[in-house]
């Protein structure tokens, strides 16, 4: 066994109903000026009114920033920050899908005034601490809540990563009665989006481990047997449970061992045509599996069982690996998503400049099981479309 470093949070806190216990939990972490970092949806659904009770109960003061947005771009972090340190907060938590957790994990550090935002892009480049963060994901499928990773809008169609330990949350709760008013679209994208971290990371050709490959297991087993009924009974807290957990698991295992070309690929789809990330992640999935099979059907030879129980299976891996490619492709449809980069309204004329962008990724691509060239990539687009 070769040896490895394994990062992860140190509390979570899982069950319906435990964002009612948030107050409780950061009085006991010496909170008592708490900046909540979340979005309209939240408020207009009143998702927020259980922990605000707790909060309020328990003396503690509270300003609630809700004007994140999808792939938030620097001025709503900056924005953010004069906000929280106007507020003179001591705590602050993300509560909503990624784009708020991944804000407030970039405020716990600024907040501190120790480094700016452009001085900590990239990877380790935070030197101070934090102030004490704690993440309450709404949607089960980015995994932010469990991730060292903050990714933030750049320029009209480009990001930038934040990667460090220091981002690593303190508590999680992972609260599924949050979860039970998504959108089936949503609920749809963003279980397929937690599949997909599952799966690149069992595959991943860098930081691959026991722990990262037990935890990508789970989440597959967890997600794969629950997926259809979340999206189809939206109210069903046994399978929203399941995917909040899953999803968790996903995020444990590629924070350790990152994620590859799928994610390569559709950052560019996001970027240039503002595709949600899951779905983004769903529409090239099933030609990424088929162009890995050569180097990784084995891997995915294992995975196929979990994925499909009690399906029969054929002895070669490369064509189980197909059968999977065929499942994720039939599921996206069966789901109501978008399965095609026409159906998206994507120019064919575009996808040479896609390809483009998609091999500036390689913090990515270089995880990928195969090496990928610009020509394979053009390759998988048109597959896609």
Partial sequence: MHSFLFNTVSDVLSGPGTSGQLGEMAAAMGIERLFVVTDPGII??????QAVESLEANNIALHIYSDIVA???ESVVMNAMHAAQDFGCDGVIGFGGGSS???AKLLAVLIKGEQQLADIYGVDQIIGGRLPLIQVPTTAGTGS????VSIITTGETTKAGV???TLLADKI???AALTTGLPPAVTAATGIDAMVHAIEAFTSKRLKNPLSDMLAREALRLMAGNIETAVKQGDNLEARSAMLLGAMLAGQAFANAPVAAVHGLAYPLGGNYHIPHGLSNSLVLPHVLRFNASEAADLYAQLAPIILPGQQLPDDPIAVTQILADYFLALAEDLGLQTTLRQMNIPEADLSMLAQEAMLQQRLLINNPRELTLDDALAIYRQAF
Avoid: K, N
Avoid at 44 to 49: P, S, V
Avoid at 145 to 148: I, Q, R, S
């Fill in 44 to 49: 207009q659904f009143g998702l927020l009114q």
């Fill in 71 to 73: 792939d938030p771009p």
């Fill in 101 to 103: 957790m991944d804000v």
């Fill in 145 to 148: 809540e469990a991730t060292m």
């Fill in 163 to 165: 990667v460090s330990r």
């Fill in 173 to 175: 709760i992972l609260d």
